[in-house]
């Protein structure tokens, strides 16, 4: 069973070992009706990968991802309600982009 580590934990069954974001083929005896491979899949951890679809790709951005991408094109004001709205702590004497810096380090935190 081809399997992708969507979790954000480096992943293994015996001596197989499955990074981040990779995609692997699971070891003689764990498919889906494995408890761990069950349970890995029903918490999101792991996703079956049809042949197909590992050939190709997809690049979809997370949720912060997009956020970060909408920061980066804020001005100053905006940057100043956004660090509010979070709760991050800013000076009038930072710029854009410590702010942004701000912002991102805070939302990558919250992912997480």
């Known amino acids: 069973m081809l399997v992708k ?13 499955l990074l981040q ?3 692997g083929e699971l070891p003689v005896g764990y498919d889906e009706t494995h408890p ?3 349970y890995y899949l029903q918490k999101g951890w ?18 912060v991802d ?4 909408e920061i980066a094109k804020m001005n100053l004001e905006s940057l100043r309600a956004e660090t509010t709205a ?6 009038e004497a930072d710029t854009r982009a410590i ?11 919250e992912q997480e």
Not at 5 to 17: D, E, L, W, Y
Not at 46 to 63: I, M, R, Y
Not at 99 to 109: F, G, P, S, V
Request: hydrophobic share 35%; no cysteine; glycine share 6%.
């Open 66 to 69: 997009k956020k970060i991408k």
């Open 99 to 109: 702010l942004i810096d701000k912002i991102t380090a805070k939302l990558k935190t």
């Open 86 to 91: 979070l709760g991050v702590e800013f000076t």
């Open 21 to 23: 974001n990779s995609t």
């Open 36 to 38: 761990t491979i069950k």
């Open 46 to 63: 792991l996703k079956a990968v049809n042949v197909n679809t590992a050939a190709e790709p997809k690049n979809e951005d997370s949720d």
């Open 5 to 17: 580590n969507t979790s954000k934990k480096i992943i293994g069954f015996g001596n197989f070992v």
